[in-house]
């Protein structure tokens, strides 16, 4: 590591040093409250591409440049208060296909677009799979949550109107109302499907 520049400040009590290595990248900081111990001290490393590579966060760490690889894509995140590490998985178009979180594992999958159409959950208990579809102008207009008795199926094929179905139970409509951008009205209305 480069030589490093100590730097100090103090807001509100709190004292807030960081060290800075001659590439002006941020190097560590901590925070100490006054009179307390320690709030917090992260630690930074940098990849080849200038991206934090750590503290807590972990972008495109092969490092390898003109991979196809996003290197803004998220990686993994682990710390601030984070029980565990969280892990992500991207494509070559920088599409997160995976992801380990406190929600569990899910797998997400795009179509040639880059428009996410299907996410499914690996942890048992909870209805796996949420399907996405669209119209030709790239609109979502249908998402499809869960299957069996517990489907929900939600349409939204104009801007203002969406039309929740459920497997069982009572259709719900909402047709929002406009003026001028701003959302003047919500109508509700409940029954079965098709609702006149």
């Given amino acids: 590591m480069a030589a490093v520049k100590q730097s ?84 070559p178009n920088g599409n997160m296909t995976g992801r380990t979180d406190s929600g569990g594992v899910f797998t997400q999958e795009f179509e040639v677009e880059n428009r996410l159409f299907k996410v499914t959950k690996t942890v048992v208990g909870d209805d796996p799979v949420t399907e996405f579809y669209y119209d030709a102008d790239g609109n979502r207009t249908l998402t499809i949550y869960g299957t069996g008795a517990s489907q929900i199926k939600v349409y939204t094929p104009f801007p203002d109107f969406e039309e929740t179905v459920p497997a069982s139970g ?19 209305r409940t029954g079965t499907s098709p609702i006149p």
């Fill in 8 to 91: 100090s400040t103090s807001i509100n009590g709190r004292c807030y040093e960081y060290a800075i290595v001659t590439v002006d990248r941020l190097a560590s900081e901590k925070r100490v409250d006054s009179g307390s111990a320690t709030a917090y001290h992260y630690t930074y490393t940098y990849g080849l591409d200038g991206n934090i590579a750590t503290r807590s966060y972990l972008y495109d760490s092969d490092d390898v440049p003109n991979d196809g690889r996003h290197h803004h894509a998220l990686e993994s995140v682990s710390g601030d208060g984070i029980s565990g590490a969280y892990s992500y998985a991207n494509d």
């Fill in 170 to 188: 009572a259709t719900t409509q909402r047709t929002s109302y406009t003026l001028a951008g701003q959302l003047i009205a919500v109508r509700v």
